[in-house]
């Protein structure tokens, strides 16, 4: 292990060589552990480091930017307008702009999970101590990838993980300044920066996470994660509710505890949404998931919870107000997230709950988790029978107002995906609820129709109002997040996964701003399960793929096995469990091919961008997190697909597949260069339906080291699914069948002609030893 | 603001260079027909929107009897044209397809060239802005939006209109489309 800042200082030292008088050496940091491996290239890399590495993906895949806005307001000379050619007062290019808000996007994504980590280490540490041992996964040698892969050195206490932290601070600041006016002006540059904080945002994710696994007796793996449930109806509403929202499971901690100490679970039920509420179930199953982040409202509204505790990331930051229509004290727990209220830390339990019990104080601020499970589960114990008036609001009262729509249509200009709401309530206002009840799922929750009405109508209400009682039918399983993948599960699939024979790794990651509702991410997984893809999820599209459910009412989690194999699907967790993800991709290369992990990011990254099939979809890809943790997958060289609204980050990465020239790779075998055909076509692609997503996840996931076989599996995907959702052959089939042996024994003949007609030839596609990197050359012919 | 400027999303405003608004049907028929290499740019909501063909994509197979026209359609669509007995349609990803329309050395679906003119009809709003947003800043291409609602960053943009005035001026456009066949 390292340690930082070793200083010496003599007053007066006498040596051969002569008498030193106020001599001091100070050395940044002494290396002391057992690990054999020998130091990799690039330890802690600065910002710059990795830019070659870089630079080579960006060649490949170029942005295509599509700038949501065509100027800058970011210094005092502006605005200044970048349309087309203009530059800035700066000198900035439109280009360079819409790459300098990329980089800002990630930095403020890396940010938040990196402050999530400083946060939930420093309680961890003094709670339970710097020694506190890593233990994150069962059978598991390889306990941090990202940590081992970009600092450098392998953590053996929670301590340990302090310096993987003070890292990442330290070059999110570097990443922050290089967008200050009139620093850097290369949109390829700004790109590699973005690249950068997606990495460190990987880092920073997985202290978070493997700091609570090792301490607060998390899932250690599929083996230890039984089910929860999710819903409105998992709600036991009879009892005292409370409901947390957010991504930091410390307060709700500290409320199990205090529902535990207190024999206190049969009388109060306590829920939560969004990450909060997976690692609420991580850490204690009884714990229920509400829903994803885009419910909110819906569930303030619906009356259910009698308290609502809020830590940070994805909160509606109205949410004061909204608890407050229906008496619902609000507990804010996270300086990052204060929401006006007073800060009542350091005062007494009894006196808080005395002011939220008598509503003269309608939230507070308590930043200590110990004090937040007391206050909270007395306040709501207290509360609860005074809100009967609430709990079960009537239909009559949730719909009040319909009469007075004006029919301005603003509500529809308004909403993300132009759902008809004027027509919805101006069939409720005629005692027809089915349109409002048919717009429930598939509304994202923001509440901007509401916000836009003139006669600011509740329009949500309104839909909760239609749709309450298949609401409150809703109750699905859900597997409780596993974290990381044992290095054994690794052992395990590697070559198949390496070899293309287990077709590929599909990720379910991410928010809730879908286009059609949370059904189509079921869909997504549905799909590659039966196709026996790996699946995993995270976060609310974790939530979401619970909710559909067969004939015999059985949904994905209850059909298919919680295990890291073909026709596997594993919930891995809240936002912060995405690193075990590419963490996964890592320990194959690693743990599988026995290539060295210490600071040897290039490698690794080489290895995961030829070899693993992994591809990330963020079908309702929202925040800024988002976007840095899919950075992260970029520079390790795995491809994104997000849904129609993510095309709003502003660009694209997309390879040119009729130019052979971008798609040649070196044969590490003989140092020959070699066309390897467009695997994969894109780096970071915005779909515009999900039919699109499916083919197109199946064409991705197709590598130019897949065995013969494993083409021929991929392969059979992608012609299936195309013919299934496109009605014919893919039109680009040619560049992915390098020989006759690649096509499915049962196509071979159909797609030989296929082929013909489009001057296919075979062998034109080379099979090498694919690598990007010039010193992975191993013999030069 | 015009009526006619109404935004299909509040939130989606333009920039300094906002779209002309076709001041006729025919005007907007006239430009189409007058475009060299054209490109009728067929998006996901085709079959949501109803015109007098049937929807979108009827009225698309019908304006492809004019062989100057060269039709793609983007998401999964292609499929729904297969459907109809059409062959001849194009597939390409919308985002791929901005790609390609922002490259000087793309050869087309035909291995003629570029186009020189790219008319977008029946997208979910905020894509169709976003992709004529990349093509206003980064091209010269003429872009055309034959949605029903003001699209500030196409060249030129039919504007807002009640659905049947939307409906008429389509078939208008289509017809003289067909007409020139």
Redesign the interface.
Known sequence: MSKKDLNIKFDELSSALGTFKGLQISIGKIIDEEWEEPMGPTPFPSVGTLRDWDRKLLERYKPYYMPICDLCCLCTFGKCDLTGDKKGACGLTQAAQQSRVVLISCCIGASTHCAHARHMLDHLLEEYGRDTELDVALNTNVEAPHIRLVCGYKPKTIGDLEEALDYVETQIVQLVASAHTGQEGDAIDFESKAFHAGMLDHVAMEVADISQISTVGMPKGSSEAGMTTMGFGAIDTSKTVIMCIGHNVLPSVDIIDYLMEHDLFEKVEIGGLCCTALDNSRYDNRAKIMGPISWQIRYVRSGIPDVVVIDEQCLRTDIVDEAAKIGAPVIATSEKSMMGLPDRTHDDADEIVADLVSGRQKGVLIIEPRKVGEVVVKTALAVSPKRTEYKNPSIKSLLEGLDRCRGCAECIAACPNNLPVMEAVKAAENGDLKQLERLQPLCVGCGRCESACPEHLPLLSYMYAASSESCKGECYNVRVGSGAITDVEIREVGKGIVFGEIPGIVALVGCANYPNGGSEVAMIAEEFLKRRFIVLATGCSAMDLASLVDEEGQNLYDRYPAVFDAGGLLNIGSCVSNAHITGATIKIANIFAKRPLRGNYEEIADYVYNRVGAVGISWGAMSQKASSIASGCWRLGIPVIVGPHGSKYRRNLLGAKDKDEDWVTIDARTGQDMYVGPTPEHLFYSAETVEEAIVMTAKLSMRPNDTTKGRAVKLSHYIDLSKKYYGGLPDDLELFVRREADLPFTMKAEMLEHLKAKGWVEDKIGMPDPTLVDRMVRRRE | MSAKM??????MV????QANIFPTVDVAANLIKKAKRPLFVV??KATEQKTKDGDIIDSAIRAMKNKKLTVVA???????F??RGV?DAN?M????L???L??SEWKGFDGEGQYDTAVFVGY????EW??E??L???TKLRTISLDRTFQPNAQWSLGWMPEPDWIEALDKIVSSLEEEA
């Open positions: 109404k935004r299909g999303q509040t939130g333009g920039g300094p260079l998006g996901s983007t998401g999964h669509l292609v499929g729904e297969r459907k062959e597939s990803p919308l985002i791929v901005g790609k390609y922002s490259d979910p709003y905020y894509m976003l992709v947003s990349g206003k800043n980064f």
